[in-house]
């Protein structure tokens, strides 16, 4: 079994963003040598999510859309206060949210060294609470 | 390590739709001769979802009361416009954001060529955008 | 490839909890012996979830507070009716719905015998239906 771990810096720039991660993906799968196995793709926040949709821009707005329907920046939150390992006041409760309710990892299997994915299935990095630097993982095990 | 991958392809016959698909997993892991691993659950589609919930069919409708309420299907999205990759206006955003919202894909341990799951935890394949013929694989990893 | 699998047995307090599990996960990866892999946590309930967010208790508070207002407790559920298996009204509907907008599961990669996650992410069991005797799986995969 093999097992190979890379981690992606992104530079997101703006408040909210869905950056299609794919190709990345694609790219360290295809390198890695790993013929049949697993990819995982992991954020390292709790203020950003993962998911996977069809990649048209119409449908990135849509996602941001929804889930500020879903939970407005602003509400009676108790994140809403002052935190001392802050040294400031809660203002973001509501990304966390959001991650909560996408997720914040995906998987694909992959065979003969190539993702299982249909034509539509695009990875989405979503960025909820930037302009922020943001890493994810992207770990292969197989053999 | 060994890896199995199966697809295995069912025909939704109704728009919305919460088809039972433990059985096959089932099936396909205790056929797989993988006696200690994982179990992975993925749709290939970006307009259905994967979920595990107890297995009564009134869940199953409310599964798509909530999401209706939730993300109804006439609402303000950007996808509701023509799209040339379509030939069409784009009617579906709700479908694509309750996927979001459910995840595409799940997993269990497998131990002793069992998965390890208790006894109300049911997977369910949901359609959103039906009737289609729709794909999901089943991968067994382990050894 | 080794796989090592962990039930986790706790006893919840209140009719909603958020528990950091991060700890006890942490103590199983250590003690496996597995330098290079995935650990995978999943709860073995339909009432109840598994999330990863910031560690802090007005958070987790939070995460109550919109999951209620998104799906309240009392609604024109289907489930909402006498159910034979259970013997009685089936009055957890949100509980269930609760669980599938957060999943009931999540994984992070090892490396060097390590769990990869930054310093804010936390893992949550979520109790939407307590006080109850819950359990869930912490399962080692790697080399």
């Known amino acids: 079994m093999k097992v190979k771990l890379e981690k992606v810096t992104?530079?997101?720039?703006?408040?909210?963003?869905?950056?299609?991660?794919?190709?990345?993906?694609k790219k360290i799968v295809e390198g890695s040598s790993i013929k049949n196995g697993l990819v995982n793709i992991i954020s390292l926040h709790?203020?950003?999510?993962?998911?996977?949709?069809?990649?048209?821009?119409?449908?990135?707005?849509?996602?941001?859309?929804?889930?500020?329907?879903?939970?407005?920046?602003?509400?009676?939150?108790?994140?809403?206060?002052?935190?001392?390992?802050?040294?400031r006041l809660g203002i973001n409760a509501h990304t966390h949210l959001k991650s909560i309710l996408t997720g914040m990892s995906t998987f694909?299997?992959?065979?003969?060294?190539?993702?299982?994915?249909?034509?539509?299935?695009?990875?989405y990095f979503l960025e909820f609470d930037g302009p922020l630097c943001r890493t994810f993982c992207v770990q292969v095990l197989g053999e």
């Open 10 to 25: 992104i530079q997101t720039k703006k408040p909210t963003e869905a950056i299609n991660v794919t190709p990345q993906v």
């Open 108 to 123: 694909f299997p992959i065979q003969n060294g190539k993702m299982v994915m249909s034509g539509t299935q695009t990875i």
């Open 46 to 87: 709790t203020s950003a999510g993962i998911a996977v949709t069809e990649g048209l821009s119409c449908l990135e707005e849509d996602i941001f859309f929804i889930l500020d329907k879903l939970i407005p920046k602003e509400g009676s939150y108790h994140h809403a206060r002052y935190l001392d390992s802050y040294g």
